[in-house]
């Protein structure tokens, strides 16, 4: 077989195009989960498994097709690259990082909303608040201030933000629904915490 005859079936420019464009697509609805999520319950999980399907079928082809032309150190390369890129967007805390990401971008208001907190002062919710939290209101409980994100429909359990004053607010139980009580478990910054 020629070489430009075997150059021809390796996967086009365009094939791999479509596999990056579906990884990013998967990695950006993960990432989005929680606005989706207020949008639509059930259009965020069409969603998400619609770019797991694609992704999978896309990178299945590609291998496939270094699997047939017999180019094998190719196919283990694309193979490995694809389990590990699905390990990285299986196992990631996707919901931690967003909220991350909304502590990191809005610095200031939520600093406000602890220092009312703090002060005992009435806590004035800005109105961009309402997509991250369930009902658009922080919930105080004794010197913490919890911003409820999710909630199950039996409020059995439940995961959220909240800002614990302090040095390491790692552990702290907080009441995360009305049959539920979580733990800090990610240190968003600036004393803030994602509870689960």
């Known amino acids: 077989m020629s070489t430009a005859a075997s150059e021809k079936k390796l996967p086009s420019r365009s094939a791999l195009k479509m596999v990056s464009l579906a990884w990013l697509v998967l990695v950006a609805l993960e990432y989005f989960w929680i606005p989706l999520f207020r949008v639509s319950e059930l259009f965020a999980w069409l969603a ?53 990401g909304q502590v990191w971008l ?10 009312d907190h703090g002060h005992h002062r009435p806590l004035t919710v800005p109105g961009w608040m309402e997509y991250l939290s369930i009902d658009g209101q922080v919930r105080p409980q004794r010197d913490v201030l919890y911003l409820p994100v999710f909630e199950d429909w039996r409020a059995e359990s439940g995961r959220g933000i909240a800002y614990i004053p302090g040095s390491d607010g790692r552990g702290t139980t907080i009441h995360t629904a009305s049959g539920d009580l979580g733990s800090a478990t ?7 915490w994602w509870v689960e």
């Open 48 to 100: 998400i498994m619609a770019a797991w399907l694609w992704v999978i079928s896309r990178s299945t082809t590609v291998v496939l097709t270094y699997l047939s032309l017999r180019d094998y150190s190719r196919c283990v390369a694309a193979l490995l690259l694809v389990l590990g890129a699905g390990a990285v967007a299986r196992t990631a805390h996707w919901s931690a990082l967003y909220a991350e």
């Open 106 to 115: 809005h610095r200031d208001a939520f600093a406000e909303l602890a220092a």
């Open 186 to 192: 990610h240190d968003l910054g600036d004393g803030w």
